[in-house]
């Protein structure tokens, strides 16, 4: 499986969405917020995530690059290479088990 960890900020005036994820052209399960608001992150995996975006699938060893596709409504398709880390040390309580994610608007 492969698992997003990271955190995406909107500073623009304007709010956006991120519509998907995809990781090697393999369409991620995106849970929790979607809504990208001015300085109101959403945060994938950690204490403070209010999202979570899973591919069931992910045949990629450790230390090696995938692509990470985003796709927002207004910003548009941003693709980007993310390096695979193993599940040990700070990735340790990194799961692909989709659980309800607490969505909390400020």
């Given at each position: 499986?492969?698992v997003?960890?990271g955190?995406?900020?909107?500073?623009?005036?304007?709010?956006?969405?991120?519509?998907?994820?995809?990781?090697?052209s393999?369409?991620?399960?995106?849970?929790g917020?979607?809504?990208?608001?001015k300085?109101?992150?959403?945060?994938?995996?950690?204490?403070?995530?209010?999202?979570?975006?899973?591919v069931?699938?992910?045949?990629?060893?450790?230390?090696?690059?995938?692509?990470?596709?985003l796709?927002?409504?207004?910003g548009?398709k941003?693709?980007?290479?993310?390096?695979?880390?193993?599940?040990?040390?700070?990735?340790?309580?990194?799961?692909?088990?989709?659980?309800?994610?607490?969505?909390t608007?400020?």
């Open positions: 499986a492969g997003i960890v955190t995406l900020l909107n500073t623009s005036d304007t709010d956006d969405a991120l519509l998907g994820v995809a990781i090697n393999k369409v991620a399960t995106l849970t917020n979607t809504t990208l608001s300085n109101s992150p959403i945060i994938f995996e950690g204490a403070s995530a209010n999202a979570k975006a899973v069931a699938s992910l045949d990629v060893a450790a230390g090696q690059n995938v692509t990470v596709t796709f927002f409504a207004r548009g941003l693709t980007l290479t993310a390096i695979v880390r193993d599940q040990r040390d700070t990735y340790a309580g990194i799961s692909a088990e989709i659980k309800a994610v607490t969505t608007k400020k």
